[in-house]
């Protein structure tokens, strides 16, 4: 099904004029017989069709409003999930749980750069920002508890921008 806005207008204005017409031809068929039903339906569906071309320009320029913060909601939350990750893999290397020769110097590097560049991606709010920076700091100067405790508070804030949405 095509979700364009001129798209969604249009099906939109068809049910409009469509259900006006039908209400109007009950209306006149209750109140005088065929001849005012098929005259109410007309006057009713016609006037529900002038209407939604009149504001058919304001519809789409809603719906396309609505598609723009949507698309924008749901990039700033795959980022922010990925640039979790990204930081948990980097986390991962510097403080392995088989010990600390079990990740070598230039994997940790490569998770290193691909958490940072994560992190400067477009779209990610400055609370977000500033609590993977926290995050980065603390594992780049090796200190494990704080480490983990700006972790919890980076997936904090991406929870709480996902709420926010």
């Known amino acids: 099904m095509d979700t364009t806005a001129e798209q969604i207008s249009a099906r939109t204005a068809a049910a409009w004029t469509v259900a006006l017409a039908i209400l109007g031809g009950f209306t006149g068929y209750a109140w005088d017989g065929p001849f005012l039903a098929v005259t109410c339906a007309l006057s009713l569906g016609g006037g529900g069709a002038v209407g939604t071309i009149l504001s058919r320009r304001r519809m789409i320029e809603t719906i396309r409003e609505g598609q723009g913060k949507a698309a924008a ?27 600390p020769d079990a990740v070598d110097a230039a994997e940790r590097v ?3 750069k691909a958490a940072y560049r994560l992190t400067a991606a477009d779209g990610l709010p400055h609370r977000i920002r500033e609590a993977a920076a926290a995050a980065l700091a603390a594992i780049d ?11 919890e508070d980076l ?11």
């Not at 999930?81 to 980097?90: E, R």
């Not at 100067?141 to 700006?150: G, I, K, L, T, Y």
């Open 73 to 99: 909601l749901g990039y700033a939350d795959g980022i922010a999930d990925m640039m979790v990750l990204g930081i948990s893999a980097y986390r991962a290397a510097v403080f392995p749980l088989s010990g």
């Open 110 to 112: 490569a998770r290193r």
């Open 141 to 151: 100067d090796r200190r494990d508890e704080e480490a983990r405790s700006a972790m």
């Open 155 to 165: 997936m904090k804030a991406v929870q709480e921008q996902r709420r926010a949405a």
